[in-house]
């Protein structure tokens, strides 16, 4: 359309002038037609522009629409926000929120807060500055499970995605995706719960269990190697008992365990000196800088140590050395731990942090456990803001890192 | 007369090992197995250290801890003996002066009871 009006406004433009002097010799006639002609030209561009625009404009009206009729009929509720104001809102959204009407969602942030009392999944409530959207509004696409009330009274857990739209203007708008998982919550929940009643159940009677077992010991030393024996396993399964516990826990209590700054070297020397008294045939050495400071919750670190411990005594069966190092770095204190034993299959690496996954299970060299520890240990690693990896060559060992940001101060 | 060790545990093969224990070291031990039964025990004679664990029946270690301090304030310390996850966190619920985490070393025990009450005399462990 738009090159049909060019190429005839150009053809017009070219030859109606050499046309009308070879058709018409009169001067007064030509200049009254040129006058006419000129007229014609620009009637006819505008008819032409006109409907140009027309076109355009009725094309955008159709994708509007069609856009409208998408977000309307999606599943997820959606909500567009303009600034902290709540401009928009999809059928599903006023549904999911009990609200009878769109109205009663759109908005400024605040009141939404006031009327849909947002808590994070643990219950804390959220200002506006702490919801998806604000996080979005700063730039920051992000996902997280809220809780909401809704208008007809339902407590219900929704998982929010906020983006910022992509705008060339100076809006400030941002997307709000949210669905209903509600149900998914709560089994998981239910499971968690069961899992932490369960552990602390068994572990009651393995306390009653060691506490005899020491008892006899002291009263029938003869009898001290087998009773030692039993204390082993009695604490082997405690720490059984208490990945599992972790592994609920730490889905029921997100990070609220208490952060305390500690000294980490002195934390692995605690692990590895407890580790020595099981006396596994290993030789255990600690390389350490000297106090490192770092914040955190002493006991999970404790366990990240005693897992990487546990695992190199373990997969090494043949005995040998086992070298733990404590580095701090300019912001990070880092731990390693390498054994000489069996290493990792290199086709099972990838996997090895998986939750229930192990590493050398159905191999003559599966020593059991319940595949959790090594997903527990990236879990309380992560949650105190740093990261853990490894090495290892099958054959010959593996080395297992964490790395944790150090505190330079301690804290008033 | 030294004041005695109050502990407050609902599983009786536990209960009776910490007795006999603490007995066996010289100190005077009077028993609970819930909440309710520690704070009659406490309004007959205040003890000189609490060992406290926590998911009791009847009234559970949460709401002992708080009805004693509410009653007594800090007149005698309390030392929660937990099972649970984090041992310390429970501890800090009901500000408790120290923790043990089940399973605990008898010899863990004995250094708590050393650590609040003073030496008896005529142990013979």
Request: glycine share 8%; aromatic share 6%; hydrophobic share 45%.
């Amino acid at each position: 359309m738009v090159i049909v009006y060019a190429v005839l406004g150009l053809l017009w433009i070219a030859f109606s002038d050499r046309l009308l002097e070879l058709l018409v010799h009169d001067a007064v006639l030509r200049d009254q037609l040129q006058t006419v002609k000129g007229g014609f030209f620009v009637l006819v561009t505008s008819a032409l522009l006109f409907e140009l625009v027309r076109r355009g404009q009725k094309r955008l009206l159709t994708f509007g629409t069609e856009i409208r009729a998408a977000v309307e009929s999606m599943v997820d509720g959606v909500l567009v926000i303009d600034a902290s104001e709540i401009v928009e809102a999809n059928r599903a959204a006023v549904e999911l929120l009990g609200a009878s009407g769109k109205q009663e969602v759109l908005g400024h942030l605040d009141t939404f807060v006031r009327r849909f009392q947002p808590r994070s999944t643990d219950g804390t409530p959220l200002a506006t500055s702490d919801l998806a959207a604000s996080a979005a509004l700063r730039g920051a696409r992000n996902t997280r499970n809220t809780m909401l009330r809704t208008l007809d009274g339902r407590d219900i857990v929704v998982n929010v995605s906020a983006a910022p739209i992509a705008s060339p203007g100076e809006t400030q708008l941002t997307i709000s995706v949210f669905r209903d998982v509600s149900h998914a919550h709560r089994l998981e929940t239910m499971r968690d719960e069961f899992l932490a009643t369960a552990a602390h159940e068994l572990k009651t009677p393995l306390a009653v269990v060691k506490a005899y077992a020491q008892l006899v010991q002291r009263r029938v030393p003869a009898e001290a190697p087998a009773l030692a024996v039993v204390q082993r396993q009695v604490d082997r399964m405690t720490r059984l008992v208490q990945h599992l516990l972790d592994a609920s826990r730490l889905r029921l209590d997100l990070g609220t365990g208490p952060r305390e700054r500690f000294d980490l070297s002195l934390l692995v020397s605690e692990v590895i000196d407890r580790l020595r008294e099981s006396d596994s045939g290993h030789q255990l050495t600690l390389l350490a800088p000297g106090p490192v400071s770092v914040q955190g919750d002493r006991d999970r670190i404790g366990r990240v140590v005693q897992t990487l411990l546990d695992n190199a005594v373990r997969f090494s069966p043949r005995g040998g050395p086992i070298e733990t190092e404590v580095i701090l770095d300019a912001d990070q204190a880092e731990v390693s731990v390498t054994d000489h034993g069996l290493g990792i299959p290199l086709d099972r690496q990838e996997r090895i942090f998986e939750r229930y996954y192990r590493a050398h299970a159905g191999t003559p060299e599966d020593y059991g456990g319940l595949g959790l520890s090594l997903d527990m240990s990236r879990e309380i690693v992560t949650r105190h803001g740093g990261r853990i990896w490894f090495e290892s060559t099958p054959g010959q060992g593996s080395t297992f890192h964490f790395a944790l940001p150090a505190g330079k101060e301690p804290e008033p | 007369m030294t004041p005695g060790i109050l502990v407050v545990e609902d599983d009786l093969d536990l209960l009776g090992l910490i007795e006999m224990l603490l007995q066996e070291a010289g100190y005077r031990v009077r028993t609970a197995i819930h909440g309710l039964q520690a704070l009659e025990r406490v309004s007959d004679e205040m003890p000189g250290l609490i060992l406290l664990d926590m998911r009791m029946p009847v009234m559970n270690g949460w709401e002992f801890a708080r009805e004693f301090r509410t009653r007594y304030g800090r007149a005698c310390p309390i030392v929660v003996v937990t099972a649970a996850e984090n041992a310390r966190l429970r501890a800090r619920e009901v500000e408790a002066d120290a923790w043990l985490a089940k399973p605990f070393d008898l010899d863990d025990v004995l250094r708590m009871a050393a650590r609040f009450l003073p030496q008896p005399s005529g142990a013979h462990v």
